[in-house]
Antibody, heavy 118, light 106 residues
Framework: QVQLQESGPGLVKPPETLSLTCSVS????????LHWFRQPPGKGLEWIGY???????NYNPSLKTRVTISVDTSTNQFSLELTSVTAADTAFYYC????????????WGQGSLVTVSS | EIVLTQSPGTLSLSPGERATLSCRAS???????LAWYQHKPGQAPRLLIY???TRATGIPDRFSGSGSGTDFTLTINRLESEDSAVYYC???????FGPGTKVEIK
């Protein structure tokens, strides 16, 4: 049974860096695209970006200058870093995967609420 | 960038009824890239439909997807209480999802 679980601080001060990790169990992350999304309370879902397990990345242009997604195949985890956060970055953050060659996200994490506040 | 619009915003129906959810794109979308997701509070979003009409593994046949071009539909037959959720459409490659349709079961 494939499971993804986000973890990280629930509170981040501006203008620090938000860091989250997604732990994948039940399957190797090899040959998958690994994604991060966010949803501010009461607002829509936004795709932050993704990384192929081998290292190539693609980021949402609106966040590109502040986002880094990285992967650690030895621990079957991937991570999100978002720098210079503001209150506008307060959101539920979700990780997900998509099999290589497909165009959908087949498994997601439950989400992690990150609040940006001093 | 392609903008997805979903309607209605909220759908309130009784068990056993049919729900028809609409997803409209601002320009033509390849059906290959259109998916629907179900999201319940506190839970992981769940893939329902991909390629506009293919049910994901384990999804009951009460759920069906159709459409092409700019107009896509998710139909939920014989509604059950467990279908209460927000449903999102998404075009793979687009950074934003549709705004979602909230389905409430009376």
């Amino acid at each position: 049974q494939v499971q993804l679980q986000e973890s990280g601080p629930g509170l981040v001060k501006p203008p620090e860096t938000l860091s989250l990790t997604c732990s994948v169990s039940g399957a190797s992350i090899d040959n998958y695209y690994l994604h991060w999304f966010r949803q501010p309370p009461g607002k829509g879902l936004e795709w932050i970006g993704y990384m192929y397990y081998s290292g190539s990345t693609n980021y949402n242009p609106s966040l590109k200058t502040r986002v880094t997604i990285s992967v650690d195949t030895s621990t079957n985890q991937f991570s999100l870093e978002l720098t210079s956060v503001t209150a506008a970055d307060t959101a539920f953050y979700y990780c997900a995967r998509s099999p290589m060659g497909t165009f959908y996200f087949d498994y997601w994490g439950q989400g992690s609420l990150v609040t940006v506040s001093s | 960038e392609i903008v997805l619009t979903q309607s209605p915003g909220t759908l309130s129906l009784s068990p056993g009824e049919r729900a028809t959810l609409s997803c409209r794109a601002s320009q033509s979308v390849s059906s290959t890239f259109l998916a629907w997701y179900q999201h319940k509070p506190g839970q992981a979003p769940r893939l329902l439909i991909y390629g506009a009409s293919t049910r994901a593994t384990g999804i009951p046949d009460r759920f069906s997807g159709s459409g092409s071009g700019t107009d896509f539909t998710l139909t939920i037959n014989r509604l059950e209480s467990e279908d209460s959720a927000v449903y999102y459409c998404h075009q793979f490659g687009g950074w934003a999802f549709g705004p979602g349709t909230k389905v409430e079961i009376k």
